[in-house]
């Protein structure tokens, strides 16, 4: 019930393509959806996140996709770059009450220059 | 841009020894987290911790893990007697607001056990 499930493990892309990495969660009670970027011997930090009352939020070449329904959400990088070679987590958690964030498996993602 | 540090970066202990992972986090913040990740897995969290108290903890934070805040600064991680598999990257995290917005993470801690 509290897991979220995300794919694929690894992801080659080249220069300029589209990223795509997919996630899945079972509990409804889930309300705030992030996504981490986190390159080596670095911690995890925020890319950008979404709410459940809107299908799309896009902040520069970033985007992310929500379907409610389907209980899954995307996240879109558009013409990658190799600097955004690194490893992504998608995440959820409850807005009120717990304030522990539920991580995917996370996806290394290499941009071939 | 403010910044959570931990220290070490690096530590390695025998089995069956204590543990310290100090964490300072971002000066205004209130809310305070650690987590983990182990080598090639996802990161999972052990701990929050608000007004001088754990507000939820994981099944993962056994009676061998605490936290403290001692002073008005550090935020620490207590593994009493590490084993094998307490092997992994700890990270402390915080927030200047209840619910999972506006995390900041530190660069973590590698702990091995040998």
């Known amino acids: 019930q509290q897991q979220v499930k995300q794919s694929p493990q690894s992801l080659i892309v080249q220069k300029g393509g589209i990223s795509i990495i997919n996630c899945a969660y079972e509990?409804?009670?889930?309300?705030?959806f992030p996504w981490y970027q986190q390159f080596p011997g670095k911690g995890p930090a925020l890319l950008i996140a979404i709410r459940p009352d809107v299908s799309e939020k896009k902040e520069g070449r970033f985007t992310i996709s929500f379907n409610k329904s389907a209980k899954q959400f995307s996240l879109h990088i558009m013409d990658s770059q190799p600097g955004d070679s690194a490893t992504y987590f998608c995440a959820a958690s409850t807005i009120q009450g717990a304030q522990k964030l539920v991580f995917g498996q996370g996806t290394r993602l290499t941009i071939n220059p | 841009e403010p910044e959570v540090t931990q220290t070490p970066s690096h530590q390695v202990t025998q089995m069956g020894q204590e543990v310290i992972l100090r964490c300072v986090p971002i000066s205004n913040h209130l809310y305070f987290y650690w987590y983990r990740q182990i080598l090639g897995q996802k990161v999972e969290f052990l701990v929050s911790?608000?007004?001088?108290?754990?507000?939820?903890k994981s099944e993962i934070f056994d009676d061998q893990f605490s936290v403290e805040r001692p002073d008005g600064s550090n935020f620490t991680l207590k593994i009493r007697s590490t084993k094998l598999e307490d092997s992994a990257m700890y990270f402390c995290?915080?927030?200047?607001?209840?619910?999972?917005?506006?995390?900041?993470f530190g660069s973590g801690t590698r702990l091995t056990v040998v």
């Open positions: 995290a915080s927030s200047d607001r209840q619910g999972a917005y506006g995390y900041t």
């Open positions: 509990n409804t009670a889930f309300d705030y």
């Open positions: 911790f608000y007004n001088n108290e754990i507000s939820e």
